[in-house]
């Protein structure tokens, strides 16, 4: 009786949680509707109202189309790196579901971080009854790879692009410190011997010891294949950028695709280290700004500039939000 009053307890915390960032990701695309207003406004007064409305409608819905999915192939190809932090961790799911699963994640992409990608290891749960900090090293990792694949391609094409390769390694080593705090125990066992007398903190501290003890399961090795699919699926995202400016009637030719994946990569590392949900208004300035800046020459006003990344954000934030959240909501029946 009393296994069970818990199990219901758990499920409720467990559904509250997950309802709690359903309503900050609603929230987070109205914000994100407020920007493209206000980046419309900007356009409409630099280019006029009519000029602007023009350029909205020019989009070619074939090569948008294209866009669009090349969002969802990216995100799909990280999957065999997620099954492997799963298996790492010996729990035992059918790959269908935690195909589901993996997918549903994305529905949290514009939380802070991404780490609302959390829901993940609460659905695990009620599918394998396998504690949520045994199931977090897998999140954890899947976060820290795709932050890395962002670097590496930022990195190279930075280099190919020859420009910002100093300020881009700065960055990318600043991405990287607050996952000192999950893969090395030495920060945690620190505030625990400060902390451990406030009862309140125990409940943290005993799931603290439990996450460490499985996220050593994950080897090297691991970390290393999953760079294997996690570059990938990053140029395959950027290449939906390539797209979207194909969409506008700007015909670049495939000699610019380092500098368009340096545009995209380097745009969403900067406005991931901003902390803000989305990178909302920090991302959109820098596409605008870089868009205007790479590709002088290509009939690329600031009327377009804007119009392409309106376009590029709402699939790489609503489309992907949505295409998520429908997984997420599939993957409910897995909570009974």
């Known amino acids: 009786?009393?296994?069970?009053?818990?199990?219901?307890?758990?499920?409720?915390?467990?559904?509250?949680?997950?309802?709690?960032?359903?309503?900050?990701?609603?929230?987070?695309?109205?914000?994100?509707?407020?920007?493209?207003?206000?980046?419309?406004?900007?356009?409409?007064?630099?280019?006029?109202?009519?000029?602007?409305?023009?350029?909205?409608?020019?989009?070619?819905?074939?090569?948008?189309?294209?866009?669009l999915l090349l969002l969802f192939l990216g995100n799909l190809v990280g999957f065999p790196k997620w099954q492997r932090f799963i298996e790492n961790l010996k729990i035992k799911i059918p790959k269908k579901k935690n195909l589901m699963i993996y997918l549903s994640m994305f529905s949290m992409?514009?939380?802070?971080?991404?780490?609302?990608?959390?829901?993940?290891?609460?659905?695990?749960?009620r599918v394998t009854h396998t504690p949520f900090a045994k199931t977090f090293p897998a999140i954890a990792a899947d976060i820290f790879t795709d932050f890395l694949g962002f670097i590496v391609v930022v990195f190279v094409t930075s280099f190919l692009v020859g420009k910002f390769t100093a300020i881009t390694v700065f960055i990318g080593l600043l991405l990287m410190v607050p996952f000192l705090f999950i893969f090395y125990k030495k920060p945690f066992k620190y505030i625990k011997g400060k902390w451990k007398r406030f009862t309140f903190l125990k409940r943290f501290f005993r799931e603290g010891e439990s996450y460490f003890a499985s996220s050593k399961r994950i080897s090297l090795g691991s970390y290393l294949y999953a760079m294997l699919f996690t570059i990938p699926s990053m140029v395959i995202s950027g290449l939906s950028l390539f797209f979207v400016i194909l969409a506008f009637g700007i015909h670049l030719p495939i000699s610019y695709l380092p500098t368009i994946l340096f545009i995209y990569s380097s745009a969403l590392l900067f406005g991931i280290v901003s902390g803000i949900p989305a990178a909302l208004g920090v991302t959109d300035a820098i596409l605008i700004g870089y868009l205007s800046a790479f590709l002088p020459g290509m009939g690329l006003n600031f009327g377009v500039a804007s119009a392409i990344t309106i376009f590029f954000r709402l699939g790489s934030i609503w489309f992907v939000a949505a295409t998520g959240f429908a997984f997420l909501f599939y993957t409910t029946r897995y909570w009974k």
């Open 109 to 125: 992409d514009i939380t802070p971080g991404r780490w609302g990608r959390a829901v993940a290891g609460y659905t695990l749960n």
């Open 1 to 67: 009786m009393a296994n069970g009053s818990l199990y219901k307890k758990e499920k409720s915390e467990q559904i509250k949680r997950s309802n709690k960032a359903k309503r900050m990701v609603l929230l987070i695309l109205l914000a994100s509707f407020a920007v493209f207003l206000v980046i419309g406004a900007l356009s409409v007064a630099k280019e006029g109202v009519g000029a602007f409305l023009h350029t909205l409608l020019s989009i070619n819905p074939f090569y948008y189309g294209i866009s």
